[in-house]
């Protein structure tokens, strides 16, 4: 290295300091040396300034791509995820923190109830009984924590429960406890006219025909798919078809089957056409999915 033999020993840290003080203590050095410890702090603010700022923004960009920061989703047309304890929070289409009921359904009992502040004003704005609509958000709120991936909408599950039966008052009177009087028949599935033939599956238990299957409920189902699906939604005690809690939550979780997605328009057509296999059907449901997600909004 060039010039490398004329540094013969590195100079001592007390030799510096000495050296230092004389010239500081000259008058060049009285003007040098205030100039070149302000330069050194400005080089020192830049480069914090640098380096703190990025990781700023940085830590940012973490929470946005799913830390522990990010909020929640939220849906246009959905309900906020099932909370802990308390009412779901949300706005627009979504229960307010806090709502109370000034008419409509009483509170406390099944735990549909949570959502009766929402049921109560969205269901007079769609005409949409109210035990019904709480059926309906209930059950995305429980499939939402129970088949996350699924993102099922109130508006399709309500949308299938009008076309079926008009909300469980199809030739019958909608309760206070989400049971429909007297029960809700299909037609009898002989083959014949427009009808697929599907022989007796559970003896008459469902539908009292010991022949062939009948559809039962506000949602319409064959007693074997129901026996697939049954659940006591309103934590009576009883699997009830004819129940619109316990019917709702069980549509929920067979459109959701096979890892659909409902987010996605060919997994939300399979499953609609799951439901029922006919064009016009499927459509039907669209429409009134969309007329429900749209009006509850304004």
């Known amino acids: 290295m060039r010039f490398a033999h004329a540094l013969r020993r590195a100079p001592r840290a007390r030799d510096v300091a000495r050296d230092v003080r004389a010239w500081s203590g000259r008058p060049s050095g009285r003007v040098t040396l205030p100039a070149v410890l302000l330069l050194v702090l400005v080089v020192v603010g830049v480069g914090a300034g640098a380096i703190a700022i990025p990781m700023t923004a940085g830590s940012r960009e973490e929470a946005a791509a799913g830390g522990e920061a990010t909020p929640e989703p939220t849906f246009s047309d959905g309900l906020a995820p099932l909370p802990t304890t308390g009412a779901p929070a949300g706005d627009g289409a979504t229960p307010a923190p806090g709502a109370?009921?000034?008419?409509?359904?009483?509170?406390?009992?099944?735990?549909?109830?949570?959502?009766?502040?929402?049921?109560?004003?969205?269901?007079?704005?769609?005409?949409?009984?109210?035990?019904?609509?709480q059926a309906y958000g209930y059950a995305e709120l429980v499939i939402a924590r129970t088949r996350p991936g699924c993102n099922l909408k109130w508006t399709t599950l309500a949308a299938i429960g009008k076309i079926e039966s008009n909300h469980g008052r199809h030739n019958a009177t909608l309760g206070t406890d989400g049971t429909s009087s007297p029960r809700i028949l299909g037609p009898v599935l002989d083959g014949t006219g427009s009808t697929q033939r599907i022989d007796d599956t559970d003896n008459g238990v469902l539908d009292g025909d010991i022949t062939y299957d009948r559809a039962v409920g506000a949602m319409q189902f064959i007693p074997s798919t129901w026996k697939q699906h049954e659940v006591d939604a309103d934590n009576d005690g009883v699997k009830d078809v004819n129940d619109i809690d316990d019917a709702a939550l069980a549509a929920g979780n067979y459109l959701c089957q096979g890892g659909r997605d409902m987010n996605l328009a060919t997994d939300w057509w399979n499953a609609i056409l799951s439901y029922n296999d006919v064009r016009?059907?499927?459509?039907?449901?669209?429409d009134a999915a969309n007329d429900y997600g749209s009006r509850s909004r304004t």
Do not use: S
């Not at 959502?115 to 109210?130: C, M, S």
């Not at 016009?280 to 669209?286: D, G, H």
């Open 100 to 133: 109370t009921v000034t008419t409509g359904p009483p509170a406390g009992g099944r735990p549909a109830d949570v959502l009766a502040a929402w049921a109560n004003q969205t269901g007079n704005k769609l005409e949409v009984p109210w035990v019904a609509m």
């Open 280 to 286: 016009p059907y499927a459509q039907a449901v669209f």
